[in-house]
């Protein structure tokens, strides 16, 4: 809308009784800018139109050079414009709306419409079966059910025959040994390994690039040896050049992570694997207008088969002759420069247990069992004192799933079936903390004889009593019980004396009662 059009607008809306303000808003305009429209008269505005017309821009001295320039280079921006002119003319003054609304109006004026540059891609077919898969980084800013926004990092692998995928989340930035164990997920998950590996130039992988020959971080270097496997590293600011997992990574931002609440890791993950069965991998894709999980059936017989087991986390031959010796706590935990590090849970013994610990790069820390020299686990060294340092996995039993964890708490039991039946109970009643439930049964088994514990069993079956605090509670009672029942002490049972006749007396007697209409008279001021 033009200056004459705005000043024919306000008048139409005010006849029509909107007030000043509203017709702003209306017009989109400050009611500054539309006290200055009313000021003048139709004859007055039509003068200063004329005189606007009329005006010289300051870039008019230069008008032939931009438009030789906008001439030559359609595709040439106002900013470039602008750097251009100040490179010809350093006294030049001007601002970049100023620049932007010239080159806009010479552009109109000469038809020159601004050309984009257009990168061609050309479709690529499949590679056959088992050949490659993709891999590639993404971060999510979500919320915490406590309301606050925390930072989420994952890991996505998908095969790029099939387009099964596969990914990982931490609560913290990755590092090259989090990559590794990523990477030995991922080939469980696929259950082998394809023959070729496509990445970024990410700095955990690739230390540096020269005309296709890589040079690798150390860990990753190693890794790649062991498992001898095939890496290809896509160029710098091209991520055209792997767009499988370049679309993968925005459909796990937007359909998985998008809106999604955060209460802990091993929940979101969990979270992650279902959605990757229910959704990821098993609806139809949309290019190759297949299910992922189906075509994933035959393309699995074509990976590698994975031949040895990798420790990601153990440090190559550690030299435990200048190792330190430390005494583990009773929580479970060791100190280390007034800051306390966890094991793994059970390391503690009653008459003194003993680790040893390799300080690694003055950063990380690795704890080693003193008798069999077994890797117990790692930490990144804090700084400051009075710090608990927990280690995840120490945390839980992460050894096998679930299914053998109920198992094996079933087996302490002096009737495994019967057990394992009511530890399924606990299971479907509890789904999300199935963990701590049995952790919880597991606790009180380890300090309470097996036959009392089978006692409880049985009673929490009778009374359908289905969650780990209750069968704890039941173990409890049954002990109070027992100890009750083996007491040789009799109950003495204390007489309750009778009153005496003068306590009875007093006990009879009654309190004065005064009548009502005395107070009253008082407060009226009357007097006898």
């Known amino acids: 809308m033009d200056k004459w059009e705005m000043y024919m607008e306000i008048y139409q809306l005010l006849k029509q009784g909107f007030s000043k303000t509203s017709v702003a808003k209306k017009l989109k305009i400050s009611r500054t800018t539309l ?7 139709p004859e007055d505005m039509t003068t200063w139109l004329a005189s606007t017309k009329q005006r010289r821009k300051k870039l008019d001295p230069y008008r032939e050079l931009i438009l030789h320039w906008i001439q030559k280079h359609p595709d040439l921006s106002a900013s470039q414009v602008q750097d251009w002119l100040e490179e010809r003319y350093p006294d030049l003054c001007v601002g970049e709306s100023t620049v932007r609304s010239y080159v806009r109006s ?51 692998f998908v095969l790029s025959h099939c387009r099964y995928k596969y990914m990982e989340w931490l609560d913290r930035p990755f590092t090259t040994r989090d990559v590794i164990q990523a990477h030995e997920n991922a ?11 496509v990445y970024d130039q990410d700095n955990l992988i690739v230390v540096s690039e020269n005309a296709g020959d890589l040079i690798l971080t150390a860990e990753f270097e190693a890794y790649r040896r062991q498992r001898n496997l095939t890496l290809h590293v896509c160029r710098k600011a091209d991520p055209e050049s792997k767009g499988k997992i370049e679309n993968v990574i925005g459909f796990i931002k937007h359909n998985f992570a998008k809106h999604r609440i955060f209460t802990n890791l091993d929940l979101w993950n969990e979270q992650g694997w279902e959605w990757l069965r229910r959704t990821g991998n098993g609806r139809v894709h949309n290019t190759t207008k ?7 059936e035959l393309e699995k017989q074509h990976l590698r088969p994975i031949s040895l087991s990798v420790d990601v986390t153990y440090v190559q031959n550690p030299n435990l002759t200048n190792s330190i010796t430390r005494t583990v706590r009773k929580d479970n935990t060791i100190l280390y420069k007034s800051n306390r590090y966890t094991v793994p849970c059970g390391t503690y013994m009653p ?28 930490h990144t060294i804090a700084h400051g004192k009075g710090k608990l340092i927990q280690n995840r996995n120490h945390l839980r039993d992460r050894t096998k799933g679930i299914n053998a964890y109920i198992k094996r708490v079933a087996n302490q039991f002096e009737q495994p079936d019967v057990a394992k039946e009511y530890l399924e109970h606990i299971r479907k009643a509890y789904p999300r903390y199935i963990r701590d439930q049995l952790q919880l049964i597991q606790k009180k088994l380890a300090h ?14 009778e009374l359908q009593l289905y969650s780990a605090s209750e069968f704890t509670d039941m173990v409890g009672y049954l002990q109070r019980q027992h100890r009750l029942n083996t007491s040789g002490k009799a109950v003495q049972v204390n007489r309750i004396q009778s009153l005496q006749e003068e306590s009875h007396s007093i006990l009879c007697a009654q309190p004065a009662v005064r009548n009502v209409n005395e107070y009253i008279g008082i407060l009226e001021g009357r007097t006898k």
């Not at 006290?35 to 008269?41: A, E, G, H, I």
């Not at 297949?290 to 994933?296: E, L």
């Not at 309470?448 to 079956?461: D, H, R, Y």
Request: glycine share 6%; hydrophobic share 35%; proline share 7%.
């Open 351 to 378: 008459f003194g247990k003993t680790v040893q610990i390799v300080i690694q790069r003055e950063q990380e820390l690795f704890i080693y069992d003193s008798e069999t020299g077994e890797y117990l686990g790692k």
């Open 290 to 296: 297949k299910r992922p999980v189906d075509v994933f």
């Open 448 to 461: 309470s004889p097996t036959s009392l514990c089978s006692q409880a069993l049985q009673k929490c079956i």
């Open 35 to 41: 006290y200055n429209y009313l000021k003048r008269s």
């Open 106 to 156: 010479l552009r109109e004026e000469w038809k020159i419409p601004k050309e984009p540059s257009i990168r061609q891609y050309q479709a690529v077919p499949d590679p056959p079966m088992g050949h490659q898969a993709q891999v590639d980084f993404g971060k999510v800013k979500v919320k915490h059910q406590q309301g606050k926004d925390i930072d989420l990092y994952f890991i996505a």
């Open 187 to 197: 080939f469980q998950w696929f259950g082998g390994i394809p023959n070729e590996l």
